[in-house]
């Protein structure tokens, strides 16, 4: 029996290969599926099983189109109606791979057909869960995304979660392994851990969600608690995942369409286009097509895209370092975003060469801005980190106004009157410059480090709050 996690940082999101005697199952696989195929084939087995925990809302899994290029199943849990098809499986049915056998534990909570597969080993052992959205490392799925179940409240879904561990997962034996679908960073909870593999004694002692002396009232109200809205694309990524998309090959070979200044210019005139830049931050800043959107390949890319740009069916042209065109328009799709509809051949500096408009984002050092702040205590000052690092620690004279949500704080900024904007390191900052400028809105600093850089000034923070003591 082997077993791998395949984790991609960008998106939080483990997916998992499992051999046993040439039979393989995966289970919520990435929407690019090649490398699972070429993994079963080095591996001289067969693709029998493709296991979904639930209908993503994060992310467009691969289950469709791997299951047309190998002929595997396609398995969900009690509950999942997906118009194409798909073994619907009952509360503990088993499904044979090889030596080893993966039970079907129907938890519903994070969504109706959420379900945990737990794999038995050739011994009859209890060897690990894939817990999906269910159990998370330090955390459990949010109660609130409910896309197939809208007669029920969040709390009806909490209710339903606390059950679903306490019922199918907690009577499990300790030394069982936890592999759940998302990490850190993951909308999809709360407060992950950064770890990616447990066990569930482990968690059981210090997962707030797994306490044994934890009421039903009390586990709805701290999972429920303190809840964010979820990024708006995320229904449109259920749909998806339910009803079917195109084959990533097809996107990719839209996508890739190389255009020159003038057609790429003419493209986003006709078809109103969102202008994609992912160059690093300080390539962005130093120039960029005017209106365009930055949100940098080497960051947390996708998500942001999902919770900014938000449409899926949104046209995108990109602007990307030359040779990473196809890799943007493949991170794109992982998201549902398939409407890229070509790249700006050789890069800014093509536009640049071609004598075209051009914008710059201003820029100062920690250091100047602390210059600015003592000669003037009233200097505006936003901070467009998450609500939960704001409250942990910030610069007295910052006002919160989180890049989630920047859309709705617009009026919040001076109209004339130059301020500054930061984040943690400087990724987000830029991204919500690029939004506010294509708003109109440039009277703007970029603060280069964010607050990293500005707590080795002698600017006043707020006393440090560690985060697990705020309200989850």
């Excluded at 904007?421 to 600093?445: D, E, F, P, T």
């Amino acid at each position: 029996m082997n077993i791998e996690q395949i984790y991609t940082g960008c998106l939080a999101q483990g997916a998992y290969y499992i051999e046993s005697q040439g039979e393989v199952a995966v289970i919520d696989p990435l929407r690019e599926v090649k490398p699972y195929i070429e993994r079963a084939e080095a591996d001289n087995a067969k693709i029998k099983y493709i296991f979904e925990t639930h209908f993503h809302a994060d992310f467009v899994s691969g289950h469709v189109t791997l299951a047309k290029e190998t002929g595997a199943s396609i398995i969900y849990g009690p509950n999942a109606n997906p118009t194409f098809d798909a073994v619907i499986a009952t509360d503990n049915q088993e499904f044979k791979l090889g030596a080893i056998t993966i039970k079907t534990l129907h938890t519903p909570g994070h969504t109706m057909e959420s379900t945990t597969y737990l794999l038995i080993d050739e011994n009859g052992r209890n060897h690990a869960i894939f817990s999906g959205d269910t159990l998370f490392l330090g955390d459990v799925g949010r109660p609130d995304l409910a896309q197939k179940a809208k007669e029920l409240t969040q709390e009806d879904l909490a209710g339903y979660l606390y059950d679903s561990l306490r019922e199918k997962i907690m009577p499990l034996a300790d030394d069982v392994i936890v592999y759940p679908a998302h990490g850190a960073g993951s909308a999809c909870g709360k407060n992950m851990m950064k770890e990616t593999v447990d066990t569930l004694g482990n968690q059981k002692m210090m997962n707030y969600a797994l306490r044994a002396d934890m009421t039903k009232e009390e586990f709805i109200e701290e999972v429920t608690d303190g809840l964010l809205p979820p990024p708006s694309y995320f229904p449109l990524n259920v749909k998806m995942n339910k009803e079917g998309y195109d084959d990533i090959a097809d996107v990719i070979e839209r996508g890739t369409q190389a255009l020159s200044p003038d057609a790429f210019e003419t493209a986003a005139n006709e078809t109103g286009a969102v202008i994609l830049d992912v160059r690093n931050q300080a390539n962005f800043a130093e120039g960029h097509i005017p209106r365009s959107i930055f949100i940098g390949i080497d960051g947390g890319f996708a998500p942001w895209v999902g919770a900014l740009i938000a449409d899926t069916a949104q046209p995108i042209l990109l602007v990307a370092e030359e040779g990473r065109e196809e890799e943007t328009i493949t991170r794109l799709s992982r998201v549902g975003f398939d409407g890229t509809i070509g790249y700006l051949k050789g890069g800014f500096k093509a536009w640049e060469a071609a004598g075209k408009q051009t914008d710059h984002v201003k820029s100062v050092t920690a250091g100047e801005l602390e210059a600015a702040v003592l000669a003037d205590k009233d200097t505006p000052v936003f901070d467009v980190r998450k609500p939960g690092e704001f409250d942990a620690e910030h610069l007295e004279v910052a006002k919160s106004t989180p890049l989630d949500f920047i859309n709705k704080h617009l009026s919040e900024f001076p109209n004339t009157e130059e301020f500054y904007i930061h984040c943690a390191g400087g990724y987000r900052s830029m991204i919500a410059a690029s939004i506010l400028k294509s708003r109109g809105i440039h009277n703007l600093v970029d603060v280069q480090g964010g607050y990293k850089a500005l707590k080795e000034t002698d600017l006043k923070t707020t006393n440090f709050v560690c985060p697990s003591t705020l309200k989850k």
